[in-house]
């Protein structure tokens, strides 16, 4: 990343944990990766806590929740005056367990909420173990139940963004029409949501930022702002190609922002 390209006061607004089971680095370390990377701060959204039965090895438990808020609590004291430390959560929109996470979300005084949807039905559809399951549906349908969920996360209130918006595209299958992702930018607008500017799809066989360029600009055309995250899973991760990703979204005039007390300010 070329440091000396980014723009002061710049926050990474996503990153994981080891509590999750798929990441390494302490929070500390990512930290001490933002400092290095030249960043003001960064706010931890590590897979939050779901019901038992949903997706349970990709997160914390909910009796590790005191842990993490500790975890990043004490992150923030060792780097005070140096990056800001916020605290986050990744949450996941599932029909049928809103009210747990509206559970979890009152349980501590959250920065800011990603909204994320990463089941169709009962399938883990980013899952690279899974990724078969592509060839036996249609692209069209799957884009279309996809965007209806993500129509159903910026409906429900529970979140501040919405995550890594066309994360179906994530091993290659791009949507094949693009209405229905119009539709939910037009729920996310109506919503007053921002969006996730994920650089962790650079890193995927996609190749791409989520969302697309073109998303990107129908956003920025309906007045939604954008959070800048990388989606770190290790400390090598943090502010991941960040000024390419400044690049995208002033192209777009899209507004950057970050979240406090999960309220929106300019970032
Ligand atoms: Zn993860
Ligand atoms: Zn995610």
């Known amino acids: 990343m070329g440091t000396d390209s980014l723009r002061a006061g710049l926050f990474d607004s996503h990153l994981h944990t080891p509590l999750c089971g798929h990441a390494s680095g302490s929070?500390?370390?990512?930290?001490?990766?933002?400092?290095?990377?030249?960043?003001?701060?960064?706010?931890?959204?590590?897979?939050?806590?779901?019901?038992?039965w949903y997706d349970a090895p990709w997160r914390m438990r909910r009796d590790q929740l005191d842990e993490y808020v500790a975890l990043v609590l004490?992150?923030?004291?060792?780097?005070?005056?140096?990056?800001?430390?916020?605290?986050?959560?990744?949450?996941?929109?599932?029909?049928?367990?809103?009210?747990?996470?509206?559970?979890?979300?009152?349980?501590?005084?959250?920065?800011?909420?990603?909204g994320s949807v990463h089941y169709l039905g009962a399938w883990g559809f980013d899952n690279p173990e899974f990724q078969s399951e592509y060839a036996a549906r249609d692209l069209g349908e799957l884009y279309g139940q996809y965007y209806a969920l993500v129509e159903g996360a910026a409906r429900s209130g529970l979140f501040d963004s919405i995550g890594h918006l066309d994360l179906p595209k994530k091993f290659g299958h791009r949507d094949p029409g693009g209405t229905a992702a119009l539709r939910a930018l037009d729920v996310v607008a109506e919503r007053g949501?921002?969006?996730?500017?994920?650089?962790?799809?650079?890193?995927?066989?996609?190749?791409?930022?989520?969302?697309?360029?073109?998303?990107?600009?129908?956003?920025?055309?309906?007045?939604?702002?954008?959070?800048?995250?990388?989606?770190?899973?290790?400390?090598?991760e943090v502010g991941h190609r960040f000024a390419e990703a400044l690049e995208i979204l002033g192209g777009a005039g899209a507004r950057v922002v970050t979240y406090r007390g999960r309220e929106r300010q300019d970032g």
Request: no cysteine.
């Open 27 to 52: 929070p500390r370390a990512y930290v001490q990766a933002a400092l290095e990377a030249g960043l003001a701060g960064v706010v931890f959204t590590d897979h939050m806590p779901m019901p038992a």
């Open 74 to 114: 004490e992150a923030r004291a060792a780097f005070a005056g140096r990056v800001e430390v916020r605290l986050g959560l990744e949450a996941d929109f599932h029909p049928g367990t809103e009210r747990y996470v509206a559970e979890v979300l009152a349980a501590h005084p959250w920065d800011y909420v990603i």
């Open 193 to 236: 949501l921002s969006l996730d500017f994920n650089t962790a799809g650079w890193r995927k066989p996609v190749a791409e930022a989520y969302p697309a360029v073109n998303l990107v600009q129908a956003a920025a055309a309906r007045g939604v702002p954008f959070v800048l995250g990388s989606d770190a899973h290790a400390p090598g």
